[in-house]
């Protein structure tokens, strides 16, 4: 997929992905530029002007506990290293206990605010371990690479992809987000036969803006995205929207519109908050009586305009509520042939709408999946699918709009 950023080069404002050891997380760098990562402060001035996936080593602050600056690896050198020294045949000989680490907790906090690096420390854990001797080769990269995730000296500032970020949005915990795993939103994308210059009408609810970036990366200048929502607020929060670094020519080709405006309310109302008299007595001795608040319109006439004379190539609903009702109200917006896809955490909704779409005569090619993904580890020796993977990341009910036969 291609990305919409044109800047090659790190700027403040905007958002990166930092990598340290396979750990992944969103940031904004700001003109202070600081990252506050668990207990440890970075300053991260170095990367500003730098280019994307550029690898920096930590270097800790004389001075000051747990801050560090970063330095341009130049050396070739973008993790840590550690010489195991031989290994054990089998696992047979040690006790799974409390017992074989000498250092306690205190001990590596201790040694982690003193300004000790991560390649230090875990040499000292492997001092004082009294069975890393006696493990496996492959016993021992596990060991290693868990405490590498803890301690790593170097971490990488990538560009932002929907790849990178759909799989931190997955990974945080549900009700947060909608759980949309990359090959989910994969699907979506394939099944409304998204074309570059079309016009796309969405309903989302609790992806964070996933669907809306995921569009607006795919369309180019003539392609147009009509974002439907339901909130009291301005809009949902769009995070992987804002994550994506998007131009503010390609932000112009989404549209915002409230699904009240589609239903025709007028939803602008005049509220009363009337103070009481101890509340008066107070704030202030002038005889307050009421507050009037009004209320905003949230969609433009612009906006409404172009969905009210327009045609739409695809209708996608990704919400949590019930989706029968919504689908009904916005598959008239659709123009003829032209396919829908349904997202639901719950395969029981998407059933009903299933069995009351199949005797409508303007709806053919139901189908309704789940996609299964299973990763594999491919190493010498040992390849095999791996053992724990993560659960389903929904269901899609898909179809085209057609005319009515009679």
């Not at 700001?30 to 930590?58: F, M």
């Not at 420390?121 to 990269?141: D, G, H, M, P, W």
């Not at 396919?339 to 009903?352: G, H």
Request: charged share 25%.
């Amino acid at each position: 997929m291609l990305n919409c950023s044109k800047t090659s080069h790190i700027n403040p404002g905007s958002y990166l992905i930092i990598n340290k050891n396979d750990t992944y997380l969103i940031h904004q760098i700001s003109n202070k530029a600081v990252l506050k990562l668990n207990r440890d402060t970075i300053d991260l001035k170095v990367a500003i002007g730098q280019p994307y996936s550029t690898t920096y080593k930590l270097e800790p602050v004389s001075e000051k506990k747990r801050h560090y600056t970063l330095v341009i690896c130049n050396n070739g050198l973008t993790k840590n290293q550690w010489s195991t020294n031989g290994c054990g045949i089998d696992n047979k000989l040690i006790t799974d206990d409390s017992t074989s680490q000498l250092l306690s907790s205190d001990d590596i906090i201790a040694l982690k605010d003193s300004g000790e690096t991560g390649q230090n420390i875990v040499e000292r854990l492997l001092e004082n371990s009294k069975t890393f001797q006696l493990k496996t080769e492959y016993a021992q990269e596990k060991y290693l690479k868990k405490k590498a995730k803890k301690y790593s000296d170097y971490l990488t500032i990538l560009r932002p992809t929907l790849r990178l970020i759909t799989d931190i949005l997955y990974k945080q915990v549900f009700p947060k987000t909608i759980p949309l795993r990359f090959d989910t939103l994969a699907q979506i994308l394939c099944r409304i036969s998204l074309d570059p210059s079309g016009k796309y009408l969405l309903f989302e609810n609790g992806s964070q803006g996933l669907l809306q970036a995921a569009f607006l990366n795919q369309l180019d200048d003539n392609g147009h995205l009509v974002h439907i929502f339901s909130s009291t607020t301005e809009q949902n929060p769009l995070k992987a929207v804002k994550c994506m670094n998007f131009s503010e020519e390609k932000l112009k080709q989404m549209s915002a519109i409230h699904i009240k405006e589609i239903l025709g309310i007028n939803y602008i109302e005049d509220s009363e908050n009337i103070l009481n008299t101890t509340e008066k007595k107070r704030k202030s001795d002038e005889a307050y009586t009421q507050v009037k608040k009004k209320q905003k319109p949230i969609s433009n006439l612009i906006d409404l305009d172009f969905i009210k004379f327009n045609k739409f190539d695809g209708l996608i609903v990704v919400c949590r509520e019930e989706p029968t009702e919504l689908i009904k109200i916005l598959l008239p917006y659709l123009s003829i042939s032209r396919p829908f896809v349904i997202y639901s955490m719950f395969r029981e909704l998407l059933v009903n709408i299933y069995a009351e779409f199949k005797i409508r005569k303007d709806i053919i090619f139901l189908r309704l999946t789940d996609s299964f993904l299973r990763g594999y580890q491919v190493l010498p020796d040992r390849t095999h699918p791996d053992v724990t993977m993560d659960n389903s990341s929904g269901y899609l009910l898909s179809g085209i709009f057609v005319e009515k036969s009679m």
